[in-house]
């Protein structure tokens, strides 16, 4: 397993709940939506299911970069 997809898998978790939470204010907030919530709520699931796979796909390598970035300075300052 590469480490972009593990620190993708770790993500996704946060990702989707970060996702949902936000569709479901919106879907709150929405008198519309609000008087179906009974279709919507379900529907917020599954398209934060969906969203969070790229998202955390995208997200993992931005992570990594900075780590590599920390450990690489900081092999600089312990040969200095």
């Known amino acids: 397993m590469s480490n972009r997809l ?3 898998l770790l993500l996704y978790g ?7 939470g936000a569709i479901l204010l919106a ?3 929405t008198p519309a939506l609000r ?6 709520i379900p529907l917020a ?4 299911a969906v969203i969070a796979i ?10 990594r970069a900075r780590h590599v970035r920390r ?9 200095a």
């Open 27 to 29: 879907v709150m907030y």
């Open 45 to 48: 699931v599954l398209l934060s």
């Open 14 to 20: 946060m990702v989707q709940g970060v996702l949902f």
């Open 71 to 79: 450990m690489a300075h900081e092999r600089r300052m312990a040969e």
């Open 35 to 40: 008087t179906n919530a009974a279709v919507f």
């Open 54 to 63: 790229p998202a955390s796909w995208k997200i993992a390598p931005r992570l």
């Open 6 to 8: 593990a620190i993708t």
